[in-house]
């Protein structure tokens, strides 16, 4: 098929979709008395004809797609409301039977708070007659006449006889609960101390004394000030400062200091000087005063 007949193709397929959906809802509300199931296999057919052609056109393939996904969408709705009317829970169904028959849908009972009385028989020995009142009243209780003798004699009613009497039995109430207990309250902290009560605090550690410098030796001060300008003039030459430290600067020059002094008898101190290129320290023999 030429992309003509593709495109002709689809579009009637989409009119076909479209009237079975209506075909659908007519039967759902009871116009249609069965399924369409004859337009339905006709979708089915050209759904499967049109899925076996190569689609080039990119708008024409992406109409179709679609409508399939549409089309797959309605059929999952249509089934599931085929398989309630099979059922007979369609709702609208069950409403349209509950108002022909004059119906109201079916509720649930109310809850019963209590048991209903139940009755109960008990049968109670009927009491024998008694001569309580034979002192009251003479008249009343006069001896009635005799009978005549043709007339048979009364028989006598059997000791003990019984008679059923009706009690209304009230139920048993229902045990009740007894109440949770209640949680116990937090535990509140325990007061601060008094002022008095807290601790005096630790004395602070004495100072550690200082350590005697023997005479000539070279001061903190200068020793940073050596290294300072130290540093400064080799930036200066661009030469490289990162292998230098303090620690190590001061260490040799304390040491060059002590042999020095040992070995000419007066201090000696160090000045920086730049000599071809490089950057050196220098030692110098202090004045004495």
Same mark, same amino acid.
């Given at each position: 098929?030429d992309?003509h007949e ?8 989409e009119? &076909? ?13 009871? $116009?249609?008395?069965m399924?369409?199931?004859v337009p339905h296999?006709?979708?089915? &057919? ?8 190569? $689609? &080039? ?14 089309y797959?969408?309605?059929?999952t709705?249509?089934?599931r $409301?085929?398989?309630q009317? @099979?059922e007979?829970?369609? !709702?609208?169904h ?33 009491p ?5 009142f ?7 209780n %006069?001896? *009635?006449?005799? %009978? ?5 004699p *009364?028989?006598p ?12 039995? @009230?139920p048993k ?8 207990? *209640?949680?116990?309250?937090?535990? &509140?902290?325990p007061?601060?101390?008094?002022a008095? %009560? !807290? ?9 550690l ?9 070279l001061?903190?001060?200068r ?6 300008q130290?540093?400064?003039?080799r ?7 990162a292998a230098?430290?303090?620690? %190590?600067?001061? !260490? ?10 040992d070995?000419?008898?007066k ?10 290129? !490089? ?10 005063p």
């Open positions: 098929m992309s593709i495109e002709t193709l689809v579009g009637e397929l009119t &076909r979709v479209d009237r079975l959906r209506s075909l659908y809802e007519q039967y759902f509300m009871g $116009i249609e008395r399924a369409p199931a296999k006709d979708v089915e &057919r050209r759904i499967q004809v049109m899925r076996k052609e190569q $689609i &080039r056109n990119t708008a024409v393939r992406f109409r179709f797609q679609m409508i399939l996904q549409r797959n969408t309605y059929q709705h249509w089934q $409301i085929c398989r009317i @099979e007979g829970t369609y !709702k609208r069950l409403l349209r039977a509950h108002k022909k028959f004059d119906a109201a849908p079916s509720e649930p009972p109310p809850p019963i708070s209590a048991p209903p009385a139940s009755i109960e028989v008990v049968f109670e020995p009927e024998e007659p008694t001569d309580d034979a002192e009251l009243d003479p008249i009343i %006069a001896p *009635a006449p005799a %009978a005549p003798a043709a007339s048979a *009364a028989a009613k059997p000791p003990g006889a019984v008679r059923p009497v009706w009690r209304k039995v @009230e109430p229902a045990p009740v609960a007894a109440p949770a207990p *209640a949680p116990a309250p937090p535990a &509140r902290p007061p601060p101390l008094p008095a %009560a !807290k601790p005096a605090p630790a004395p602070p550690p004495p100072p004394p200082k350590k005697p410098t023997a005479p000539g030796d001061s903190d001060d020793l940073r000030a050596l290294y300072s130290y540093v400064q003039t930036r200066s030459q661009n030469e490289s400062t230098i430290t303090y620690d %190590a600067m001061a !260490k040799s020059l304390r040491e060059s200091s002590a042999k020095l002094r070995k000419h008898g201090p000696v101190d160090f000045e920086v000087t730049v000599k071809e290129g !490089k950057t050196i320290l220098k030692p110098v023999v202090k004045k004495q």
